[in-house]
T-cell receptor, first 116, second 111 residues
Framework: NAGVTQTPKFQVLKTGQSMTLQCAQD?????MYWYRQDPGMGLRLIYY???????DKGEVPNGYNVSRLNKREFSLRLESAAPSQTSVYFC???????????????FGDGTRLSIL | QQQVKQSPQSLIVQKGGISIINCAYE??????FPWYQQFPGKGPALLIA?????SEKKEGRFTISFNKSAKQFSLHIMDSQPGDSATYFC??????????FGKGITLSVRP
């Protein structure tokens, strides 16, 4: 009963390094999301993928890229890490979006990323 | 522009008391209002959600009250327990299912 699995759980990078955060879900969900959580800021959407093969920008996309590798996997890449990207990153997934029937989002346990 | 605003910023309640967290939204196109609960080191988990066609929804000790005209909704936790100590987020979304979250509130329930 894994749900949404994120790897790694912790990572420390130096400024300018690149890194890919991995996310996989086993619930056969169509939609997947990447958020960042910062103290006092709540959760802010970075990118989302409504279905396999599509991706769209969220509220804070600058400095990030994403890949929806297949229905199960959605990765987030930092090409040149900056200290401002120090955060906790959460991946989430949700089922088919029906009109007037939003499906709940299921979250992973996050990746804690520090950039020095 | 913060589309979903939570209050208070933190809350301390005695065991057995009622915890009340409020949320206000601006976008009238929102039609889905969930509350998420997050424990330290874990991801947020859906607690309860409401749609604007009802004014109240209850699940166990948790109740959402919704006021469409005021664009506000609130979470009530009855008989609060120390195990309810967590961070609570309200959120809202429209037809595209993208959630907009409030900044979160830390609830501490004292024994």
């Amino acid at each position: 009963n894994a749900g949404v699995t994120q790897t790694p759980k912790f990572q420390v990078l130096k400024t300018g390094q690149s890194m890919t955060l991995q996310c996989a879900q086993d619930m056969n969900h169509n939609s997947m999301y990447w958020y960042r959580q910062d103290p006092g800021m709540g959760l802010r959407l970075i990118y989302y993928s409504a279905s396999e093969g599509t991706t769209d920008k969220g509220e804070v996309p600058n400095g990030y890229n994403v890949s929806r590798l297949n229905k199960r996997e959605f990765s987030l890449r930092l090409e040149s890490a900056a200290p401002s990207q120090t955060s906790v990153y959460f991946c989430a997934s949700s089922g088919q979006v029906w009109l007037y029937s939003n499906q709940p989002q299921h979250f992973g346990d996050g990746t804690r990323l520090s950039i020095l | 522009q913060q589309q979903v605003k939570q209050s208070p910023q933190s809350l301390i309640v005695q065991k057995g008391g009622i915890s009340i967290i409020n949320c206000a939204y601006e976008n009238t196109a929102f039609d889905y209002f969930p509350w998420y609960q997050q424990f330290p080191g874990k991801g947020p988990a859906l607690l309860i959600a409401i749609r604007p066609d009802v004014s109240e929804k209850k699940e166990g000790r948790f109740t959402i009250s919704f006021n469409k005209s005021a664009k506000q909704f609130s979470l009530h936790i009855m008989d609060s327990q120390p195990g309810d100590s967590a961070t609570y987020f309200c959120a809202a979304s429209g037809a595209n299912s993208k959630l907009t979250f409030g900044k979160g509130i830390t609830l501490s329930v004292r024994p």
